[in-house]
């Protein structure tokens, strides 16, 4: 048992000893994929002959760890990478994090090139978009993981894409370091005035629900539907005193999806607060509910930006290189965005402008390309020399 101040400052402690020495920020990189017959682009299913899982079982060898729940493989990891499944079969590659874009993106390409390899055997291919590229979300089982199992059943009831966003889409999840609470507070802001923008460069869903999509934001419009207590921007981001503690709040004012106990699931109703101060596995169990929170901007033990859609191997390596540079000089970031109308609603505003107009938006009171082409440049003065060539690709992008 635990007393909730008690709860809140382990909490805090836990996200202060991420802090990471200033200067050393690192980057992170979850790339999810989609799994599909080359030929007709048809989602390849879990089970089955030549299923998903049946490529992981071709891939562990070369894999010292294996993930499993029952007799199902769900997830193979080494000491570089870890391969793990999304609620649909979409395959997501997540790589040690590094000071160097060129050391992510080369182990993610490497094991990338290594899957496809496998998959090509079998006239399938990995696809780098940000939903299914023909199947409907209805038409995907999902995989048999307890924990997906719960998720499914609650997002029914919370909103009217969860079904979309488990089974239909994927994303690139970049994660940078903090190096004390001032600098994780200002990563962090900055981070949710900029997702809006980033979701749009990294905009990369060509279609949804089997039709062409025109919507640049598609996915930031699903996820505004599936749970909105637990997804899109925290309404404590811009307050004065936003903290390690606030955040910590805000995943203590949850309802429990589900809890664990010996190892099984179990529906719960309860909040996530009460579970936690009774419970004698207190942090284990905090960590849990600290994984079923989904903001564009996540706190782990380091700032995880969500809001890209899943893209070509090119344009990963520029959106990481957009990301380190942008964030490498939070002055000089602060005071392109000085500007901004630092508040929750104008991050709203923001996103629904460019669902409507696209990249001729007007957000935070300037032309969105505009705002892009600072951007870039920043990023490119902040990068290394050797590390500006991966930017190229956004630099010459035509929206």
Not at 61 to 78: I, K, M, T, V
Not at 272 to 296: E, Q, T
Request: some cysteine; hydrophobic content about 40%; aromatic content about 10%.
């Amino acid at each position: 048992m635990i007393h909730h101040k008690a709860l809140l400052s382990k909490i805090e402690d836990y996200f202060i000893s991420g802090c990471k020495e200033a200067g050393q920020m690192e980057l992170g990189l979850e790339a999810e994929h989609f799994v599909v017959e080359k030929d007709s682009r048809k989602s390849v299913p879990y089970a089955g002959k030549n299923g998903v899982q049946d490529t992981l079982l071709c891939l562990s060898p070369q894999f010292e760890g294996q993930y499993r729940e029952s007799d199902s493989l769900l997830g193979l990891s080494n000491q570089d990478a870890a391969l793990s499944l999304e609620p649909g079969s979409q395959l997501e590659i997540s790589v040690r994090h590094s000071r160097r874009i060129a050391d992510v993106g080369g182990a993610y390409e490497r094991y990338y090139q290594m899957i496809n390899g496998l998959l090509s055997q079998r006239g399938q291919t990995l696809v780098s978009e940000g939903y299914l590229p023909l199947s409907r979300a209805e038409e995907i089982t999902i995989i048999p993981k307890e924990r997906y199992r719960f998720m499914d059943a609650h997002f029914r009831k919370t909103g009217k894409m969860g079904v979309n966003m488990m089974r239909g889409t994927a994303s690139c999840q970049v994660a940078i370091d903090y190096f004390d609470e001032n600098d994780f507070v200002k990563k962090y802001q900055c981070a949710c005035i900029l997702s809006p923008v980033l979701a749009l460069i990294a905009s990369n869903t060509p279609t949804f629900e089997g039709k062409a999509n025109s919507n640049p934001l598609i996915r930031t419009k699903i996820w505004r539907n599936v749970d909105p207590e637990r997804t899109g921007i925290l309404h404590s981001t811009f307050q004065s005193d936003f903290s390690f503690k606030k955040y910590a709040e805000y995943v203590l004012s949850q309802k429990a999806i589900f809890t664990v106990k010996d190892g099984k699931h179990q529906a719960s109703g309860s909040g996530v607060l009460d579970l936690l101060c009774g419970s004698d596995d207190y942090f284990d169990d905090f960590l849990l509910y600290l994984s079923l929170v989904f903001p564009d901007v996540r706190l782990r033990q380091y700032v995880e930006i969500r809001v890209a859609d899943s893209m070509s191997i090119e344009n990963t390596y520029a959106y990481m290189a957009l990301i380190k540079g942008l964030f490498s000089d939070m002055r000089e970031l602060g005071r392109l965005l000085e500007h901004a109308d630092w508040s929750y609603e104008a991050v709203i505003s923001a996103q629904d402008a460019i669902m409507e107009n696209g990249a001729n938006a007007v957000v935070y009171g300037q032309p969105a390309l505009r705002l892009i082409g600072e951007l870039t440049q920043l990023a490119l003065r902040n990068l290394e020399d050797d590390e500006k060539g991966f930017l190229l690709p956004f630099v010459n992008r035509n929206f």
